[in-house]
């Protein structure tokens, strides 16, 4: 029987992502010799909101130049790269699926990133690194493949330093179950682990987190990915955009999320939370 991570990381793993990429980039007119993280954003961005959410995030969480930030579930590296580029952070990405890993790395050596930015294939529940290393931990739709949300806390408490916040957004369990599949995180139940707002809160401070920040941005999501579904409705898919990482049902993954969070299967947070300092 195969297990957990093996079935996420299939669900994730395109085989040649990486070229595949770069001939979509050269496609659509552009030069792949000189290409600047920005051009990355119509797929690195992979979440809800894009470039948007992952900025108001780093706003909310304080980030500082020189900060060290481990970025959990850090997919093709985009939130790391802006990260590193526009907050002058030092990241460290990890990401079950080594596709995605190797394809963080090139993309972020191709832009000239690979000297603040760095990825390693790792389990966010097993974390390769001492306590009290990072500065800040962020996770962006991540904890939706994981079951174990306890254990998932637990490991960023460990790794993060006194002091040191950990900023999260992420899908959430709404108040009507089941949701609609697939979606972009699971093709069917077997690997989607949502849970509510108020269990993964308490989950949190029960790892020792106290709240900074706590907000329900599901009716910004729901305007969003209503948007994206309508475009990928009214005409054919782009050359470059987030249908390279998840295949040919991503406009109905796009339109099933839409829907989950219009009928209250789903919600969307962005946390902060930090560690006492002692």
């Keep these: 029987m195969a297990s957990p991570e093996s079935t ?25 010799g000189s290409l600047s993280y920005r051009d990355l954003w119509p797929f690195d961005q ?26 959990v579930g850090s997919g093709i590296g985009g939130p790391a790269r802006l990260l590193a580029a526009e907050f002058a952070c030092r990241v ?6 080594e596709e995605f890993c190797n394809t963080a790395g090139r993309l972020s050596e191709i832009v000239g990133l690979r000297d603040r930015v760095e990825f390693r294939c790792a389990n966010a529940l097993d974390l390769p690194f001492d306590p009290e290393t990072f500065d800040a931990v962020w996770t962006q739709h991540t904890s939706m493949n994981i079951a174990d949300k306890k254990r998932l806390y637990a490991e960023m408490y460990r790794v993060l330093k006194p002091g040191g916040r950990v ?14 599949f697939p979606v ?6 077997s690997i989607s682990s949502l849970i509510t707002a108020e269990d993964m809160r308490q989950k949190l401070e029960y790892a020792g987190l106290k709240t900074i920040v706590w907000q329900d941005t599901t009716v910004e999501a729901r305007t969003w ?14 050359r470059v955009g987030l249908h390279l990482l998840q295949g040919a049902d991503w406009p109905v993954m796009i339109g099933n999320v839409a829907r989950n969070l219009v009928e209250d299967r789903a919600a969307v947070v962005e946390v902060v939370l930090e560690k006492p300092a002692r």
Excluded: C
């Design 8 to 32: 996420v990381e299939r669900h994730y793993s395109r085989e040649g992502l990486t070229d595949r990429i770069l001939a979509a980039l050269r496609n659509a007119g552009a030069d792949t």
């Design 92 to 97: 460290t990405g990890i990401d079950l699926t």
């Design 167 to 180: 900023a999260i957004h992420d899908v959430v369990a709404g108040r009507v179950a089941p949701i609609h």
């Design 225 to 238: 990915f209503q948007a994206r579904a309508k475009d990928l409705a009214g005409s054919a898919s782009p």
């Design 46 to 71: 992979f979440h809800t909101r894009g470039r948007d959410a992952t900025v108001e995030l780093a706003q909310l969480a304080g980030l500082q130049p020189g900060m060290r930030v481990l970025d």
């Design 184 to 189: 972009p995180w699971a093709r069917d139940a």
